[in-house]
């Protein structure tokens, strides 16, 4: 990405103004503020890594893969016979804070605008998984799509689901 000279004065402006409301943070900022006002490249991708994009299609995933887990704990809860299956296996763990960062993002702007999904989004180490889920709720999703009743869903449906 090419900043002009107008934006790069802008963040340079910007970061200053930041280093003097963020005493912590000043060496951080100071240190940004140079890389712009340098127009170092090679710098410039650092700066650009707190930066990420989620296509219409990743977002909807996401949303589904809460609604899924919805799914799972009502018909769950709803159940008379629960066999061994416990409720801990039905926690949403969330996405890799590492590998899956603009997913795990976009859960925590979920989180402070809709109030539907926050019981969800409580989960242990931030919703950390610390291990990569993208691929398994995509599996998992495909199995809950095929369910005739998503929302009333049987034991061994369940069970399907999560063993996707």
Not at 24 to 53: H, P, T, V
Request: proline share 2%; net charge positive; hydrophobic share 35%.
């Amino acid at each position: 990405m090419e900043l002009t000279l107008t934006q790069r004065l802008i963040l340079i402006n910007q970061y200053e103004l930041m280093a003097l409301l963020d005493k912590d943070n000043a060496g951080k900022y100071k240190r940004n503020q140079n890389i712009i006002k340098g127009g170092y490249k090679l710098d410039l991708k650092e700066l650009y890594k707190d930066f990420s994009e989620i296509s219409e299609e990743e977002c909807k995933a996401v949303i589904n893969t809460l609604e899924m887990y919805q799914a799972l704990q009502v018909s769950y809860n709803n159940l008379h016979h629960k066999e061994d299956l416990t409720v801990h296996r039905l926690k949403f763990l969330g996405y890799c804070a590492i590998r899956e960062k603009k997913y795990l993002n976009y859960l925590g702007f979920i989180a402070d605008n809709d109030k539907k999904y926050r019981d969800l989004i409580q989960c242990p180490n931030g919703c950390d998984a610390q291990t990569p889920m993208w691929d398994k709720y995509s599996k998992m999703l495909d199995v809950w799509h095929k369910c005739p009743r998503q929302f009333h869903l049987s034991i061994a449906e369940i069970k399907q689901i999560l063993n996707a």
